[in-house]
């Protein structure tokens, strides 16, 4: 973690990558501007932001996600981190109330996905033991788990489907 300051006189804070990760498409570091002159003020705004990227880097495992999904969840997070900045540093009251109401929201959406492939996997065997022709389950099979893929991807959860949701423009 560094501290520089700008031409401007502005104070950014710049975590290094791991070399490991960079070999895996990570940039060399990540730089995010503190939006302050000061540097005391700087100090306490970028501890939480350099927390923030590290436990992102720590949980980034090559086999499941792609570097790209987890810059943009780093940028997101750091953009969140910045719309509590205070005066005097970070309100940490309103980052911490959000942070548990964003835990509890993911928590939902996981049990919703797992619940949607239970309900697939059952679909499946019924339609198996109804006799239906084995290319018919095949392509019922396929097209249920692309839905159900949609649906992880746009991080909608099963009772938010609704026509106006699936037909947004990508």
């Known amino acids: 973690m560094y501290l520089f300051k700008n031409r401007y006189c502005v104070y950014f804070v710049r975590v290094c990558t791991p070399k490991a990760l960079v070999e895996q498409g990570f940039p060399f570091d990540f730089k995010f501007s503190l939006h302050t002159k000061s540097r005391p003020v ?70 919703s996905y797992a619940q949607g492939y239970r309900w697939q996997e059952e679909f499946i065997q019924a339609k198996q033991k109804a006799q239906i022709t ?11 788990l692309y839905f159900l893929d949609y649906l992880k991807k746009k991080k909608l959860t099963l009772d938010q489907v609704n026509p106006a949701n699936l037909y947004q423009s990508k």
Do not use: Y
């Open 134 to 144: 084995h290319l018919t389950v095949h392509q019922l099979n396929q097209r249920t």
């Open 42 to 111: 700087a100090i306490r705004r970028s501890a939480p932001i350099v927390m923030e990227v590290l436990k992102s880097l720590d949980t980034f495992e090559p086999d499941k996600a792609n570097s790209l999904t987890i810059q943009a969840e780093i940028s997101a997070s750091v953009a969140h981190l910045r719309s509590v900045f205070s005066e005097t540093g970070i309100n940490f009251d309103l980052v911490s109330q959000e942070t548990k109401n964003k835990v509890r929201t993911k928590r939902v959406a996981r049990k």
